[in-house]
T-cell receptor, first 116, second 115 residues
Framework: AQTVTQSQPEMSVQEAETVTLSCTYDTSESDYYLFWYKQPPSRQMILVIRQEAYKQQNATENRFSVNFQKAAKSFSLKISDSQLGDAAMYFCAYRPGGGYTDKLIFGTGTRLQVFP | DAGVIQSPRHEVTEMGQEVTLRCKPISGHNSLFWYRQTMMRGLELLIYFNNNVPIDDSGMPEDRFSAKMPNASFSTLKIQPSEPRDSAVYFC?????????????FGEGSWLTVV
């Protein structure tokens, strides 16, 4: 069974600095997708970034980028120029590819605090 | 564009009462998911539908929980009778089921408190 592990329950960063959130996953499949979701205090789940496993290039969305290491099964999120609004829970998620296996499997989350 | 719409946003009910949570997926999406989030168990997939058909309901905790999707634009999650341990945030989410890997979009969640 696929699993997603986020080993950092909490992280903190100074405003304008850079922070990296870690995520590892376990799968025997070669076709899959990886996501980072942000959950602010409002509890809404907001997509931050996604990565297709078949793509070697790391995904980037403005201040958010990932370091995808397929062989190591690692998918870390880097937040550059951190802002107060980045404070939230961040969830790493895995989705199998192919067929009707549409499940999204979540890690336990990392709480990010941003200090002014 | 309208996102996934859930109702009610908040509900407080007494133990033993029936609770019905509602969801309208994004128009055109053919996969729909119900997730539950608690402090103890994190985010759990309860059930998901593809083209209105339940594909995997292995996450439904017990017979008190049931979910339906009578058409492509509406789904319900029902708890009867409700218990305090059902208190959680329930998320509905949707995506295009094909090709696989399309992003899953979440609603704002329904906060359920059973007292």
């Amino acid at each position: 069974a696929q699993t997603v592990t986020q080993s950092q329950p909490e992280m903190s960063v100074q405003e304008a600095e850079t922070v990296t959130l870690s995520c590892t996953y376990d799968t025997s499949e070669s076709d899959y997708y990886l996501f980072w979701y942000k959950q602010p205090p409002s509890r809404q789940m907001i997509l931050v970034i996604r990565q297709e496993a078949y793509k070697q290039q790391n995904a980037t969305e403005n201040r958010f980028s990932v370091n995808f290491q397929k062989a190591a099964k690692s998918f870390s999120l880097k937040i550059s120029d951190s802002q107060l609004g980045d404070a939230a829970m961040y969830f790493c998620a895995y989705r199998p590819g192919g067929g009707y296996t549409d499940k999204l499997i979540f890690g336990t989350g990392t709480r990010l605090q941003v200090f002014p | 564009d309208a996102g996934v719409i859930q109702s009610p946003r908040h509900e407080v009910t007494e133990m033993g009462q029936e609770v019905t949570l509602r969801c309208k997926p994004i128009s055109g999406h053919n996969s729909l998911f119900w997730y539950r989030q608690t402090m103890m168990r994190g985010l759990e997939l309860l059930i998901y539908f593809n083209n209105n058909v339940p594909i995997d309901d292995s996450g439904m905790p017990e017979d008190r929980f049931s979910a339906k999707m009578p058409n492509a634009s509406f789904s319900t999650l029902k708890i009867q009778p409700s218990e305090p341990r059902d208190s959680a945030v329930y998320f509905c989410a949707s995506s295009l089921g094909s090709p696989s890997g399309n992003t899953i979009y979440f609603g704002e969640g329904s906060w359920l408190t059973v007292v």
